[in-house]
């Protein structure tokens, strides 16, 4: 296994972090904020990678970034305030966060999923190839509803 640089890694994260395309950092990628085009606008990449459970670590990661920043936020907030400490705000703006925080995140942690896969497997033209031409119509959505 040969593993990409700092700069390709780098770029796949970066691409990744403003909604792009790891791969070729193009796009459109997303169908809606919740859901992924099946493949890249641009490149062709599949963005469905036809595992239903490709995306759990995203899910994984998604809610170690939303409970980190939280906790984080929370740890600042009680220094910087301290000894007039807003309980209430901590007691309901906590959960309210970690409920809302993982929606803002969602495209962002499965982009940045994919791009640490990439960065893992890079694609080579062989398997490049097999992704632009492989039935476009093909998603783990429609495989759902047969
Ligand atoms: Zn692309």
Same mark, same amino acid.
């Given at each position: 296994m040969e593993l990409p640089s700092l700069m390709q890694t780098l770029r796949l994260f970066g691409r990744a972090a403003i909604l /792009? *395309? !790891?791969?070729?950092?193009? #796009? !459109? =990628? &997303?169908?809606?904020w919740l859901k992924l085009r =099946? /493949? *890249? #606008?641009? *490149?062709? &990449? $599949? &963005?469905? $990678?036809?595992?239903? @459970?490709?995306?759990v670590g995203s899910l994984m990661l998604n809610y170690v970034i939303t409970g980190t920043l939280v906790l984080v936020t929370m740890a600042v907030l009680l220094v910087a305030m301290? !000894?007039? =400490?807003p309980w209430d705000l901590f007691q309901y703006g906590g959960p309210v966060a970690m409920l809302v925080l993982p929606f803002a995140f969602f495209p962002f942690t499965k982009l940045i999923w994919l791009a640490f896969d990439l960065m893992l497997r890079p694609m080579n033209d062989e398997e490049m190839e097999w992704h632009r031409t492989? @039935?476009?119509?093909?998603s783990t959505e429609r495989t759902l509803s047969q």
């Open positions: /792009r *395309c !790891p791969n070729c950092g193009g #796009g !459109p =990628v &997303l169908k809606h =099946v /493949r *890249c #606008g641009s *490149c062709g &990449l $599949r &963005l469905e $990678r036809g595992e239903h @459970d490709y995306f301290w !000894p007039e =400490v492989a @039935d476009s119509e093909w």
